[in-house]
């Protein structure tokens, strides 16, 4: 969308608004109103596709890239990690040792390799060398374990993993699984002992040349897989998400652009690099943009301050969560000592948003909105406070993004006479969706390994015969000036601490604890909260469940955000006409234990399931219980 097109859609729009009856001159106060907004929005966003269209017609990949910012820029700081300083040519030494040593190991090019590592530059090196080679890291998320881990590696058909000396014991209960998975285990330490039957990468890698990969690099082309990154959707198992390199090219590059980074700033990223938003968005703008990033093994709401003003960030990033958690620390020297000029990321409520900026004196907040796995984002460019993003008024056929009537019981789009479906009107809220276009980066689709999968993503036949949209299963709100709000998300998914939980894998891992009992899982909202809390609803007529004994058992199969923080046990089984059970009604009620009989009980800091008393409840409700 070019500057001088938006320009004369705008003109066109205003008089068009002009000769109407009725709405306006709200029309034109709207258009009015947004045009300086929209015009700095589409010069951002010509600057994005530009850059795009340059490097994929010139052939280049990530890693292309890269290599060719360390060549031009070797001594400069690419990352900084516990006071540790990581050059560009450090990397690239690193990335191609590793890409030259994986190059003599039995595998074809695109076969995917596990990675599972903490938070490190060399978690950078491992999966960008495995690029130059020709495979796909396949970044798992660090807090899977047993069957889940299992599925994840499967998943992406995983011909071998790489994991961290720490994460020796996960790896171990699931080899015997997966056959013929080759294992490499990397070290932070000198002489740690290797897994039994795990080859030793840090000795392995150690003499092997560092020389560019130019004949392999070249092999590379924009739309080749680069990573897999894993979500949960909208049900089912994690997926592993297909990011090609354009893909990684346009989410990092577009949040560069879009808030105006500069290769001057240094960001401050302490989220997961298995995620899109610490390991693409973040990582992404040393690897493309020669943004030094400061990364962090884990995030510390106490350090975090602490470290920008030690590190001297200019930029972090966040996610709604931890928000939240700085706010609860006590008032300190760094609060407002730092030098953070722009915070970016996803999920910050509007009720915390204006206290947040008030106490740490952040002068931008670059909110944004985008599924992993999606072709349809949005950024906030203007600091409107609970805003997502936006769309130009008068750009929705040069932006083909929508909201969609979805009927609340199914959340399926309500479709009129002719089988297409309806557009929201502003300030209704429906489900997202972007248009599929294949030839157009910003469009494309990518979908997941597995192809049932993406189909189940897709919508046809939306606004024409024939046409395709993705399907984000989040439910949004415009208002009359083109912004977007997110409101919830359909399907059986819900967000608790920065991470998708899918209801269904956890009812599966639920029942399979308590002796296959009827369980149904579903998130609850908790005041004061971002994102929603499991919430496990149990059939248990003859009282027969232990509650100790599934306390114990979710934690030996479960990751921490995914275990249900409240369990209700039924008595009697709530199920409609047909037999369905009315998990919506469970979900209204929640664990408001004045409305319920039932007993109820929450996962307390111990890790031990207790009953869930009057006292209690109004100390989660009142915010002074510790979630």
Request: charged share 25%; with cysteine.
């Given at each position: 969308m070019a500057v001088h097109?938006?320009?004369?859609?705008?003109l066109s729009a205003l008089i068009g608004a002009y000769l109407l009856t009725g709405n306006r001159r709200r029309v034109v106060y709207a258009l009015y109103k947004t045009l300086p907004r929209d015009i700095l929005g589409a010069y951002r966003f010509v600057r994005v596709n530009l850059l795009l269209w340059w490097w994929e017609t010139r052939g280049f990949t990530v890693a292309r890239v890269f290599s060719r910012y360390a060549a031009a820029n070797p001594e400069k700081i690419a990352f900084i990690f516990e006071d540790k300083e990581w050059t560009y040519r450090e990397l690239e030494e690193y990335s191609n040792r590793l890409g030259r040593y994986f190059r003599t190991k039995s595998l074809s090019r695109g076969d995917s390799v596990a990675v599972i590592m903490e938070s490190r530059p060399e978690y950078v090196g491992t999966w960008l060398g495995l690029s130059k080679a020709g495979f796909v890291g396949a970044l798992i998320n660090t807090n899977l374990r047993q069957d889940?881990?299992?599925?994840?590696m499967k998943a992406a058909n995983c011909k071998a993993v790489i994991f961290g000396s720490e994460f020796k014991e996960a790896i171990r209960e699931v080899t015997d699984k997966i056959p013929g998975l080759s294992l490499y285990q990397w070290s932070e330490l000198p002489d740690t002992t290797c897994l039994e039957g795990a080859t030793d990468l840090n000795t392995e890698i150690s003499s092997i040349d560092s020389a560019p990969l130019v004949h392999d690099l070249a092999l590379g082309t924009p739309r080749d897989k680069l990573i897999y990154i894993y979500t949960s959707g909208t049900t089912g198992m994690p997926k592993a998400a297909v990011i090609t390199n354009l893909r990684y090219m346009l989410m990092s590059s577009g949040v560069h652009f879009m808030l105006n980074l500069r290769s001057t700033d240094r960001i401050y990223d302490s989220l997961p690099l298995y995620h899109t938003a610490g390991g693409l968005i973040g990582v992404g703008q040393a690897l493309l943009r020669?943004?030094?990033?400061?990364?962090?093994?884990?995030?510390?709401?106490?350090?975090?301050?602490?470290?920008?003003?030690h590190y001297?960030?200019?930029?972090?990033?966040?996610?709604g969560e931890i928000c939240r958690y700085l706010l609860t620390v006590p008032p300190g020297p760094c609060d407002t000592k730092h030098k953070v000029r722009l915070m970016f990321g996803n999920g910050l409520r509007p009720h915390i948003w204006k206290p947040f900026v008030e106490r740490f004196g952040v002068k931008q907040i670059g909110e944004f909105y985008g599924a992993t796995e999606g072709n349809s984002n949005l950024v906030n460019i203007d600091n409107k406070i609970g805003a997502v993003g936006f769309v130009p008024l008068c750009a929705g056929s040069l932006y083909p993004v929508a909201l969609l009537k979805v009927d609340e019981e199914t959340g399926e789009p309500v479709r009129g006479p002719d089988g297409l479906c309806m557009r929201c009107e502003p300030g209704e809220p429906g489900i997202f969706v972007g248009k599929i276009n294949p030839k157009k980066v910003v469009n494309d689709f990518s979908g997941y390994v597995d192809r049932k999968a993406s189909e189940q993503k897709i919508l046809r036949d939306v606004f024409k015969k024939g046409d395709r949209v993705f399907n984000s299963g989040d439910i949004l709100v415009m208002d009359e000036f083109g912004y977007f709000y997110f409101k919830d998300r359909t399907g059986d998914t819900f967000r608790?601490?920065?991470?998708n939980v899918a209801t269904s894998e956890v009812e599966a891992v639920v029942s399979n604890v308590i002796g296959l009992k009827d369980a149904a899982v579903y998130g609850v909202e908790v005041p004061m909260i971002e994102g929603k809390a499991g919430m496990a609803a149990i059939y248990d007529p003859d009282n027969t469940l232990n509650i100790k004994e599934m306390g114990d058992g979710l934690k030996k199969c479960l990751p921490s955000y995914a275990r249900p923080l409240f369990v209700r046990v039924l008595s009697e089984l709530p199920l409609t006409g047909k037999c369905f059970l009315k998990k919506k009604d469970l979900q209204d009620v929640g664990f408001d234990i004045r409305k319920i009989t039932d007993p109820v009980y929450f996962l307390d800091n111990s890790g031990v399931y207790v009953k869930l008393t009057e006292q209690l409840y109004n100390d989660i409700i009142e915010g002074r219980a510790r979630l």
């Amino acid at each position: 969308m070019a500057v001088h097109e938006l320009v004369i859609a705008a003109l066109s729009a205003l008089i068009g608004a002009y000769l109407l009856t009725g709405n306006r001159r709200r029309v034109v106060y709207a258009l009015y109103k947004t045009l300086p907004r929209d015009i700095l929005g589409a010069y951002r966003f010509v600057r994005v596709n530009l850059l795009l269209w340059w490097w994929e017609t010139r052939g280049f990949t990530v890693a292309r890239v890269f290599s060719r910012y360390a060549a031009a820029n070797p001594e400069k700081i690419a990352f900084i990690f516990e006071d540790k300083e990581w050059t560009y040519r450090e990397l690239e030494e690193y990335s191609n040792r590793l890409g030259r040593y994986f190059r003599t190991k039995s595998l074809s090019r695109g076969d995917s390799v596990a990675v599972i590592m903490e938070s490190r530059p060399e978690y950078v090196g491992t999966w960008l060398g495995l690029s130059k080679a020709g495979f796909v890291g396949a970044l798992i998320n660090t807090n899977l374990r047993q069957d889940v881990l299992v599925h994840s590696m499967k998943a992406a058909n995983c011909k071998a993993v790489i994991f961290g000396s720490e994460f020796k014991e996960a790896i171990r209960e699931v080899t015997d699984k997966i056959p013929g998975l080759s294992l490499y285990q990397w070290s932070e330490l000198p002489d740690t002992t290797c897994l039994e039957g795990a080859t030793d990468l840090n000795t392995e890698i150690s003499s092997i040349d560092s020389a560019p990969l130019v004949h392999d690099l070249a092999l590379g082309t924009p739309r080749d897989k680069l990573i897999y990154i894993y979500t949960s959707g909208t049900t089912g198992m994690p997926k592993a998400a297909v990011i090609t390199n354009l893909r990684y090219m346009l989410m990092s590059s577009g949040v560069h652009f879009m808030l105006n980074l500069r290769s001057t700033d240094r960001i401050y990223d302490s989220l997961p690099l298995y995620h899109t938003a610490g390991g693409l968005i973040g990582v992404g703008q040393a690897l493309l943009r020669g943004v030094t990033v400061v990364l962090r093994r884990r995030f510390s709401a106490s350090k975090f301050w602490p470290d920008c003003v030690h590190y001297e960030c200019t930029i972090a990033q966040y996610i709604g969560e931890i928000c939240r958690y700085l706010l609860t620390v006590p008032p300190g020297p760094c609060d407002t000592k730092h030098k953070v000029r722009l915070m970016f990321g996803n999920g910050l409520r509007p009720h915390i948003w204006k206290p947040f900026v008030e106490r740490f004196g952040v002068k931008q907040i670059g909110e944004f909105y985008g599924a992993t796995e999606g072709n349809s984002n949005l950024v906030n460019i203007d600091n409107k406070i609970g805003a997502v993003g936006f769309v130009p008024l008068c750009a929705g056929s040069l932006y083909p993004v929508a909201l969609l009537k979805v009927d609340e019981e199914t959340g399926e789009p309500v479709r009129g006479p002719d089988g297409l479906c309806m557009r929201c009107e502003p300030g209704e809220p429906g489900i997202f969706v972007g248009k599929i276009n294949p030839k157009k980066v910003v469009n494309d689709f990518s979908g997941y390994v597995d192809r049932k999968a993406s189909e189940q993503k897709i919508l046809r036949d939306v606004f024409k015969k024939g046409d395709r949209v993705f399907n984000s299963g989040d439910i949004l709100v415009m208002d009359e000036f083109g912004y977007f709000y997110f409101k919830d998300r359909t399907g059986d998914t819900f967000r608790w601490r920065g991470e998708n939980v899918a209801t269904s894998e956890v009812e599966a891992v639920v029942s399979n604890v308590i002796g296959l009992k009827d369980a149904a899982v579903y998130g609850v909202e908790v005041p004061m909260i971002e994102g929603k809390a499991g919430m496990a609803a149990i059939y248990d007529p003859d009282n027969t469940l232990n509650i100790k004994e599934m306390g114990d058992g979710l934690k030996k199969c479960l990751p921490s955000y995914a275990r249900p923080l409240f369990v209700r046990v039924l008595s009697e089984l709530p199920l409609t006409g047909k037999c369905f059970l009315k998990k919506k009604d469970l979900q209204d009620v929640g664990f408001d234990i004045r409305k319920i009989t039932d007993p109820v009980y929450f996962l307390d800091n111990s890790g031990v399931y207790v009953k869930l008393t009057e006292q209690l409840y109004n100390d989660i409700i009142e915010g002074r219980a510790r979630l």
